[in-house]
């Protein structure tokens, strides 16, 4: 099993451009995420999928939108980049969102975006 | 004010000193969870503890639901311990977490 997979691993766009992050987990999971890491800051949320077919936002979803393609694929779309978006993306996978909160969750190996 | 407090923001220990973490936090929670982010920038699940304490192999955590603090220990430090270690505590129903800023540890030879 490939557990979560993210890709490009890394990417450079330029302000106006846009872009699709892609994730995909092979373990039946019913529940994903999309995650920013900044520096000197904890792991924000942007939006979740509970289950296929719903989709919510996080802490941090403005200049995003989200497609819950089916239930192993969940990609994450920049509209038009801009440079406070230059962060590190981390999608995510837990089995059972009846689990709520006390669910493990299973990360990919992130994307690197930098928007010049 | 954070909600989930780490401390130290960073560690350096010798091989084989034992290694205490802590995570405060100021909310109710169902969960609290700590992972591991390695240098290489992977994150992987440690535990999820709701009560008392659990232990996998040299890593034992513990939580006191009434001071509403954790605790990550690592005995017989190793360099391969060296990482950023984040706790995070989840609310409610849904799945969403709370992240601490991490504490980075390193551990000498």
């Known amino acids: 099993n490939a557990g979560v997979t993210q890709t490009p691993k890394f990417q450079v766009l330029k302000t106006g451009q846009s872009m699709t992050l892609q994730c995909a987990q092979d373990?039946?999971?019913?529940?994903m995420y999309w995650y920013r890491q900044d520096p000197g800051m904890g792991l924000r949320l942007i939006y979740y999928s509970a289950s296929e077919g719903t989709t919510d936002k996080g802490e941090v979803p403005n200049g995003y939108n989200v497609s819950r393609l089916n239930k192993r694929e969940f990609s994450l779309r920049l509209e038009s980049a801009a440079p406070s978006q230059t962060s590190v993306y981390f999608c995510?996978?837990?089995?059972?969102?009846?689990?709520?909160?006390?669910?493990?969750?299973?990360f990919g190996p992130g994307t690197r975006l930098t928007v010049l | 004010k954070n909600e989930v407090e780490q401390s130290p923001q960073n560690l350096t220990a010798q091989e084989g000193e034992f290694i205490t973490i802590n995570c405060s936090y100021s909310?109710?929670?169902?969960?609290l969870h700590w992972l591991q982010q390695h240098p290489g920038g992977g994150i992987v699940s440690l535990f999820m503890l709701s009560s008392g304490k659990k232990k996998h192999g040299r890593l034992i955590a513990t939580i006191n639901i009434q001071e509403k603090h954790s605790s990550l220990h690592i005995t017989a430090s190793h360099p391969r311990d060296s990482a950023v270690y984040i706790c995070?505590?989840?609310?409610?129903?849904?799945?969403?977490?709370?992240f601490g800023k991490g504490t980075k540890l390193s551990v000498k030879p």
């Open positions: 909310v109710g929670i169902s969960a």
């Open positions: 995510a996978s837990s089995e059972d969102a009846r689990q709520g909160s006390k669910a493990v969750q299973f």
């Open positions: 373990m039946n999971h019913n529940s």
């Open positions: 995070a505590v989840g609310r409610g129903s849904q799945g969403n977490l709370i």
